[in-house]
C-alpha cells in the first residue's frame, strides 16, 4: 500500500470535466444523471483501500442526510491487480450496504480519475451546479429543451481531520465536508483553502 495526499489540480470554479461510466446497478451515468441536484459529491474511492474503507460511514451517512446532494463514488483502480476493486465486487459492495452511495461507477478506462487530477482513494471534489451555459450551441438554445447544468468545484480535499484509518475525527465523520455542503446549499462562498485527503494511492495500469 501506497500512501499519498491528494493534489491540488482543479482550481475553484473549474468547470467538472464530463464522463459516462457504468454504475452498479448496470445504469450509464453522466453528469447530467445528477442535474436534480444542487451539488455533487464526486469521490474517487474504491473498494480494498483501508483509507477509503474508514470513510464509507460519513459518505455513507451524507448520501442519507442531504437529498440535494448526489453522493457519487468512482473507482478507478486497477481490478487485475487489485480483484477486489472488480465491477462484481463493487455490485456486492452495494448490494450488502456497505456502499450506500447515490451512485457506485466504475472508471474502467481510468481516464476520468486523470481528467479530474485524482491521485488517492478516497479523493473527494464537491461541485455545485450552475444552470445553463455559455458554450451552448445556437441550435441547442432553439431546440427549447432546458438548459444542461452545468458542475463548477466549490472544494476538493477531504471529508474531515481523521486523515488515517484509526483515527477518529474531532466532529461526526465528515464534518468538514458536510459544513462546505451546508454552505454551498446556503449560497454562501467557500473557503478556497486546501486541505488534502489522504489514501492509498490509485492503481494505475502500467502503459
Known amino acids: 500500500m501506497v500512501q499519498m495526499e491528494s493534489e491540488d489540480s482543479l ?3 473549474d468547470t467538472a470535466p464530463a464522463f459516462e461510466l457504468q454504475g452498479t446497478d448496470g445504469a450509464t451515468y453522466t453528469l447530467d444523471s445528477f442535474a436534480g441536484n444542487e451539488a455533487l459529491l464526486v469521490v474517487f474511492t474504491c473498494n480494498h483501500c483501508p483509507y477509503a474503507v ?7 451517512r451524507i448520501a442519507a442526510d442531504y437529498d440535494d446532494v448526489a453522493v ?3 473507482n478507478p483502480n486497477d481490478a487485475e491487480e487489485y480483484p477486489e476493486d472488480s465491477y ?3 455490485v456486492e459492495y452495494v448490494e450488502d ?5 447515490d451512485a457506485y461507477l466504475r472508471d474502467e478506462s481510468q481516464a476520468v480519475a486523470a481528467a479530474y487530477g ?3 482513494t478516497p479523493d473527494p471534489f464537491l461541485f455545485a451546479r450552475h444552470e445553463g451555459s455559455e458554450a451552448r450551441s445556437a441550435s441547442e438554445n432553439a431546440s427549447g429543451d432546458e438548459p444542461r447544468a452545468e458542475w463548477h468545484l466549490k472544494y476538493h480535499g477531504r471529508l474531515d481531520d ?3 484509518p484509526d483515527d477518529e475525527p474531532s466532529g461526526e465523520p465528515g464534518f468538514e465536508m458536510r459544513a462546505i455542503i451546508d454552505d454551498v446549499l ?5 473557503d478556497d483553502e486546501f486541505n488534502p485527503s489522504r489514501g492509498c494511492s490509485i492503481k494505475w495500469r502500467e502503459e
Open 11 to 13: 482550481e475553484q470554479g
Open 54 to 60: 474508514a470513510k464509507f460511514d460519513a459518505l455513507n
Open 72 to 74: 457519487v463514488g468512482i
Open 88 to 90: 462484481e465486487r463493487m
Open 97 to 101: 450496504g456497505r456502499i450506500a452511495y
Open 118 to 120: 485524482a491521485t488517492c
Open 162 to 164: 481523521a486523515l488515517n
Open 186 to 190: 446556503a449560497g454562501e462562498p467557500v
